[in-house]
């Protein structure tokens, strides 16, 4: 069965669901309980399971992981909540030096099934500290997991299973879409590893993730029109990274681009792009293109359109690996092309 | 306009002038109102326990010393000088109860039953952690300075919520106190009202910087602004530190709170084997502290008791000789983790990509030793 939730309800009932279907499961976080979160998406939770199991913290970041830790010793399945992704930097110790290396160094014998909840990325006209894509940090330390989601379906499930998983979960939820509706069927639980194709295509693989997920699908219409099919892939794990199901796309394609909001350097799609050379190269008609935010601080959000990966970007890139003029400014990229035969 | 800072309650920050001692340095049982009532069990026997405990502590740590000199471990941070601040609150503990300590405290890891052969594996490097957290109820050491006590919370946070009268036991350096995550812990476990016993180890220095570097006030009075009872003790005097001790977990255990106990003691060798004491203090200094010694305290009490000294002498001796050797083999038996391991545990699920460099690197080896 399956229910109409905005992106912040799902997540609101994978967090239900998960507190009454284990009663080691607790929340904490800054104003989560009361005020049901900044975007209500604990709304009602601390009504529903007490104040011992809806924990409203004060305001202390590092100590909100830290002490995740000490209830994980004791068995507790903690999801923390850092209000913003610009303010996860003060609990940054306590998340790559302790929660992801504590089953590492103990060899095993002490298990973190913490999951911390990240409301992030920009578009929501906000001030700064508010929009940040912190990901690659987090991506870059092992013993981590780093999960996205891009649709009310897939926020729930993804949630849901970072929650049972005896591993630490970092989950990045995609503010400027916590308002967006989409079908939700509370059975689906998903694993944490594997990249979606969201549409098929032959002629352009687009991988995105969490907000960049939606751009690449409208580009992929846009694209459609004039008769190229682009294959989309919700890549939804950032760390690891489904290498595989890209590979396979591109093998197929012959063509790369990464979409994120987060600078270029040494990003995701570094990540990403580099691994595709290294296993697909003699399958690449085109050198991989990204399109992402710019190696700048994120900009004041009066111009942060300019900043994001923005479909007409996205277009640019799809004609440049293609060696094609670009439909709208008429530029002619066929010159640009290394590798491989324009069309 | 001037503002009014109220004076701490002097109930909240005890012995803030003059350290909590109840044995005197010449051994004399000196009187003391607040921790007398939590040694009225202490006899000559239970007393001849703790001081075969710290000589045990202290072979423990020279043996080490003298294994990293002689290339048999990396590195070694001694607590020589420590042992009482240690050992009093360690038999304090009761079995359920958890430690989250940082990297000095070889007082506890041997009183909660690490097994040598693992605890080696540290200090040579073979391993993070060497012993098991969930048997021994202490969590692996902490070099991050200050991180464990948001640890230590936590635990008893959760044990609270578990409706059990277990408490935690965190224990950092005076240089600790600095480090934010130190006030955060205090902030949280006044809020939470958590059963957890707060123990810095105030030995004077961080590395090379004396603790007034660190704080203009004595240690004890900074957790009495959380709201935190604190207590600031002589710790060279392991019956001060025990009933301390003693204090503060029952009062966590019956649902008081957080306490806070500064030990003032002194690390007597330099802060690892790597470190050159002398450039940053004088020996007129050191000796003053040598004076103060945990043991030879001990000695001067139970020999005050009647014991025979003699004979407790050659008990201990033996006992710490017995685990001297132990440590030894250990540290001339261990063998090094297998490469493969580097793969191990990183992930409760490993990871599909992990593997892949799992079997990438095997392959390699065996390639390798093919052409070898
Ligand atoms: C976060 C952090 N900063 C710096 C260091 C390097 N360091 C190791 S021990 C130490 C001094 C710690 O002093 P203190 O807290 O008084 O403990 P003690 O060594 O005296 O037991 C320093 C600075 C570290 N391990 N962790």
Redesign the interface.
């Known amino acids: 069965m399956t229910e109409t939730l905005t992106l912040a309800k799902a997540i609101n009932a994978a967090l239900a669901d998960s507190l009454s279907g284990d009663d080691r499961v607790?929340l904490m976080g800054e104003d989560i309980g009361k005020l049901g979160g900044v975007f209500r998406v604990t709304d009602g939770l601390q009504d529903t399971f007490g104040p011992?199991r809806v924990i409203d913290a004060?305001l202390?970041e590092?100590?909100i992981?830290?002490?995740?830790?000490?209830?994980?010793?004791?068995?507790?399945r903690v999801v923390a909540e850092i209000q913003f992704d610009g303010f996860i930097y003060?609990a940054f110790?306590?998340i790559v030096?302790?929660v992801a290396?504590?089953?590492?160094?103990?060899?095993?014998?002490?298990?973190m099934?913490l999951t911390i909840r990240v409301p992030f990325g920009g578009a929501i006209g906000s001030v700064e500290h508010h929009s940040e894509s912190p990901e690659s940090y987090f991506a870059h330390t092992?013993?981590l997991?780093v999960v996205t989601a891009s649709t009310p379906q897939e926020a729930y499930s993804t949630l849901r299973a970072a929650i049972q998983?005896?591993?630490p979960v970092l989950f990045f939820e995609p503010k400027s879409k916590y308002y967006t509706k989409g079908e939700v069927d509370r059975t689906i639980v998903r694993d944490?590893?594997t990249a979606n194709i969201v549409a098929s295509g032959r002629d352009v693989t687009i991988a995105a993730y969490g907000p960049t997920v939606e751009t690449a699908l409208r580009a992929a219409i846009a694209a459609a029109d004039e008769g190229i099919e682009i294959e989309v892939i919700d890549l939804r794990s950032i760390s690891?990274?489904?290498?595989?199901t890209v590979v396979e796309s591109v093998r197929r394609t012959g063509r790369l681009i990464v979409a994120h909001e987060a600078p270029n350097e040494s990003s995701v799609s570094s990540e990403l792009v580099a691994s595709v050379a290294e296993r697909a190269f003699q399958h690449l008609e085109a050198a991989p293109e990204r399109v992402t935010g710019y190696d700048t601080p994120y900009p004041p959000s009066a111009v942060e359109h300019d900043y994001l990966p923005s479909i007409d970007r996205l277009l640019d890139a799809v004609d440049r690996t293609l060696g094609r003029r670009n439909s709208r400014t008429g530029l002619d990229y066929s010159s640009v092309t290394t590798v491989g035969a324009a069309r | 306009m001037s503002i009014t800072v109220p004076a701490p309650d002097p109930a909240l920050a005890v012995g803030l002038d003059v350290p909590l001692t109840v044995l005197d340095l010449d051994g004399t049982r000196l009187p003391n109102e607040l921790l007398d009532p939590h040694l009225t069990d202490i006899d000559e026997s239970a007393l001849t326990n703790l001081y075969v405990d710290m000589v045990r502590v202290r072979r423990l740590d020279t043996e080490a010393f003298a294994l990293t000199r002689q290339g048999h471990l990396v590195l070694w941070p001694p607590l020589l000088g420590q042992e009482a601040a240690q050992v009093g609150p360690a038999r304090a503990l009761g079995e359920q109860d958890?430690v989250?300590g940082s990297y000095r405290e070889h007082g506890f890891a041997l009183l909660r039953g690490a097994d040598m052969s693992e605890f080696a594996r540290i200090w040579k490097a073979y391993?993070?952690?060497g012993w098991?957290?969930?048997e021994i109820r202490m969590?692996?050491s902490q070099i991050?300075i200050g991180?464990q006590?948001?640890?230590?919370?936590?635990?008893?946070?959760?044990?609270k919520?578990?409706g059990s009268d277990d408490v935690?036991l965190t224990t950092f350096g005076d240089g600790a106190t600095s480090e934010?995550?130190v006030s955060?812990?205090l902030?949280?476990a006044s809020?939470f009202q958590a059963p957890v016993v707060f123990l810095c180890q105030n030995n004077q220095y961080a590395i090379s910087e004396p603790v007034a570097l660190q704080s203009g006030v004595p240690l004890a009075l900074r957790p009495t602004g959380f709201g935190i009872p604190s207590m600031r003790v002589d710790g060279n005097d392991v019956l001060a530190m025990h009933a301390a001790a003693r204090i503060a977990f029952d009062r966590a255990r019956s649902g008081g709170g957080p306490t806070f106990i500064e030990a003032v003691t002194y690390r007597r060798g330099p802060h690892t084997t790597t470190d050159d004491p002398k450039r940053y203090r004088d020996r007129a200094e050191e000796e003053a502290w040598i004076a103060k010694d945990p043991l030879d305290r001990v000695e001067r009490a139970l020999e005050r008791m009647g014991a025979n000294m003699e004979a407790v002498r050659a008990e201990a001796k033996i006992r710490a000789d017995q685990l001297a050797k132990e440590f030894r083999a250990a540290c001339e038996h261990a063998e090094p983790p297998l490469a493969d391991a580097i793969f191990?545990?990183?992930?409760?699920?490993p990871?599909?990509?992990?593997e892949r460099q799992r079997l990438e690197h095997q392959a390699f080896v065996n390639s390798i030793e093919a052409t070898a």
């Open positions: 607790l011992q004060p202390a590092s100590a992981i830290g002490t995740a830790i000490g209830m994980s010793y004791r068995g507790f003060p110790d306590q030096a302790q290396k504590l089953r590492y160094r103990s060899q095993g014998r002490v298990t099934p092992a013993g997991r998983s005896d591993d944490l590893e690891p990274l489904d290498v595989d | 958890w989250f391993a993070h952690s098991d957290p969930q969590a692996p991050i991180a006590t948001l640890h230590g919370v936590g635990y008893a946070m959760a044990a919520m578990d935690a934010g995550d955060e812990a902030v949280w809020t191990d545990q990183v992930y409760a699920q990871t599909r990509r992990l």
